[in-house]
């Protein structure tokens, strides 16, 4: 059996087409689960809506906690079936899935986690632009359990012993959890999976998904001790300009400097319509810019933290 488990909040827009999308698979899952962080608009008018249109095997469950890992938990718990697959209420799953991540496992009896492929998708051209630059690092950067997003993945709770997602985690939790289960399970990645992912629509909401993950970029790299070095550049190029700019400051010209010779690469690499080359520069600008931050920011913490656990007496640690 599989278990389809969909998170919301506040997903008015976007959570129909993903559970029309899961009524399209064939076979469809064998239940959903769709849990609600106490959305404020009429998310789940229309989940009732998409349950009886299709006849559903739907079920809800209240999260209330604005804590994505608590979500994932929520559905794990509540959940029947032997597999218990991830799908973002801003995603739709592409026709096959479901088979997909069935046939994966059926492959392989002994893997626990299978993740599959995410293409970004667009409602606005800064979104689009957006899109081009991400993947573009994912294609180049991306590997190990970072191909494995939690809008996307699948479990074997069998397999796991109980394992869950950790509460602590609010973000990243996803890049955790199979760095977690992967040192004692397999995972695999399934190309035969995929989803339809949307990116930020407008640079206010991609500036705040960037610094979070800068932030948590931080902690993952602290608690695993994975090093990416790509995640640090736009920090370092800014940290230098600010050093170097009181004898040079032409220096400071290096920071967006950064952004352009990005925007013409991926140009290059995706051969992008002209266009876009004015958003993905300023997708670049922002993305470099929240994520510097929050690593900046991520670090200071840490750091913070470590100094407060020195000086405090040895009695006390």
């Not at 899935?97 to 599959?116: H, I, K, Y």
């Not at 970004?120 to 979104?127: D, G, K, N, R």
Request: charged share 25%.
């Amino acid at each position: 059996m599989l278990t389809v488990v969909v998170l919301t909040y506040d997903s008015s827009r976007t959570v129909e087409a993903c559970l029309d999308s899961l009524a399209a698979q064939d076979p469809p899952p064998d239940e959903i689960l769709v849990v609600d962080d106490d959305s404020t608009d009429d998310t789940l008018t229309r989940v009732e809506a998409a349950r009886r249109r299709h006849g559903l095997p739907l079920r809800t469950v209240r999260n209330g906690a604005h804590n994505i890992s608590r979500g994932r938990n929520l559905g794990l718990d509540a959940a029947t079936g032997d597999i218990v697959a991830f799908l973002d209420s801003d995603a739709v799953a592409t026709p096959g899935w479901a088979a997909g991540l069935r046939s994966a496992f059926a492959a392989d009896p002994d893997v626990a986690v299978v993740g599959g492929a995410v293409e970004a998708v667009h409602a606005s051209a800064f979104a689009e632009a957006v899109a081009l630059n991400d993947e573009t690092v994912r294609d180049l950067f991306t590997r190990g359990e970072l191909l494995v997003s939690g809008c996307n993945m699948a479990l074997r709770p069998d397999l796991l012993g109980g394992e869950r997602f950790d509460p602590s985690w609010v973000h990243a939790e996803d890049v955790e959890y199979v760095d977690r289960i992967g040192r004692t399970h397999r995972w695999a990645v399934t190309p035969g999976a995929r989803v339809r992912h949307e990116s930020r629509a407008d640079p206010r909401g991609y500036l705040r998904q960037m610094y979070r993950y800068g932030l948590w970029k931080v902690r993952y790299t602290l608690t695993t001790g994975k090093v990416r070095p790509v995640d640090y550049v736009p920090t370092l190029v800014f940290l230098a300009a600010l050093v170097l700019a009181p004898a040079t400051p032409w220096a400071l010209l290096g920071y967006p400097a950064l952004a352009v010779a990005e925007t013409v690469f991926v140009a290059g690499y995706r051969r992008a319509p002209p266009r876009l080359w004015g958003r993905m520069l300023l997708g670049w600008l922002v993305k470099n810019t929240g994520w510097g931050a929050g690593v900046l920011v991520g670090l200071a913490e840490r750091a913070a933290l470590a100094l407060s656990v020195r000086r405090r007496p040895a009695w006390a640690r």
